[in-house]
């Protein structure tokens, strides 16, 4: 179907100035990313409801993402379901749903998981629609010096601990360092995933390079640092940061992982420091890092804590059974 950008990221920004004001802004350009280029392994299916009586633009929106792996095949993700302040309170909501529920009976899906805010209205409404809460977690920020202010002190270099050394790139995975990187990637199996019925897929080269290339298809930019060991060359540690679009102000987290056999060697912080160094040189605009951690997953919340990140919204994956 065809999607006005502009009319569905109007509703976007106007949920957002209602529901968090002062909190970031969407961009534009990110959104209209989003809709043109699919996730990874998904079908996106967006749905939009026209604003009432011949009115200009959408009352609400909704993108429902359909994971197309054999692992997944029963599953489906609901990236947003997102009604205008205008608009609410008219049952445009449940429109939205229905059109979602529809969606997936036919395409036979079992459970479908979305993201809200606990204690908000998104999670009153998921639950009243037989959601239960998940996996919960909570919004993290870590604030962010911009290198080009004047008075900042220039960041020490972080040193890897005894036996590893760091590489970092930007974008899709250089080949040298492809098949271990896949490798790394493997180690996610063991991350918290409460009682959500997605599985695990298996990672190979060519995934890494695909999941870097929707990244870079959308607008966005891509930063991975990685701890390579000197005896073998494994990634034993990589993070991940993600911008938008190349002006973007806040950076998005994505993994962190130390791989199982390096685990209590300070890695994980080793890699959030180096790519804090990393990142003034490709992203000196970035004033804020934000991510999000599973309540269980004590490890790598004691390694956020040190590093300043403060506590942010209590957030949880809902999911419906079908």
Known sequence: MDIDIDAWFAVLA?????????????????????????????????VTLPAPDGAPGYAGVALLRLHDTEE???NAFLDTLT?????????????LWD?????????????????????GAGERFAVGRGAECALPMVEYVQEVTAASAPTAPAPAVPAPPVGYRFAAWSGV?????????????????????????????????????????????????????????????AVAAYTELVLPTPASVRALQYDTVVVPAHRGRGLGRAVKLRMLEFLRAQGPDVREIMTTVADENAPMRAVNAALGYRAGQALGFYQVRL
């Open 173 to 233: 995975v250089p080949d040298a360092y492809a098949a271990a990187h896949a490798r790394a990637h493997d180690a996610m199996q063991d991350a918290p995933a409460g009682d959500l019925d997605e599985q695990h897929d298996p990672w190979d080269p060519e995934r890494i390079r695909a999941a870097a290339r929707v990244v870079l298809d959308r607008g966005g930019v891509l930063l991975t640092v990685a701890a390579l060991a000197e005896a073998d060359g």
């Open 99 to 119: 059109a979602v529920r529809a969606r997936l009976a036919a395409e036979g899906r079992s459970s479908v998981s979305t993201l809200v805010e606990r204690g």
């Open 83 to 95: 009604v205008h302040p205008a608009h609410r309170g008219r049952g445009v909501g449940r429109a």
């Open 14 to 46: 106007a949920a957002r100035a209602h529901d968090r004001p002062g909190g970031p802004a969407p961009e534009r350009a990110a959104e209209a990313g989003r809709l043109r280029v699919p996730s990874l392994h998904c079908r996106a299916v967006p």
């Open 72 to 74: 997944n095949a029963a």
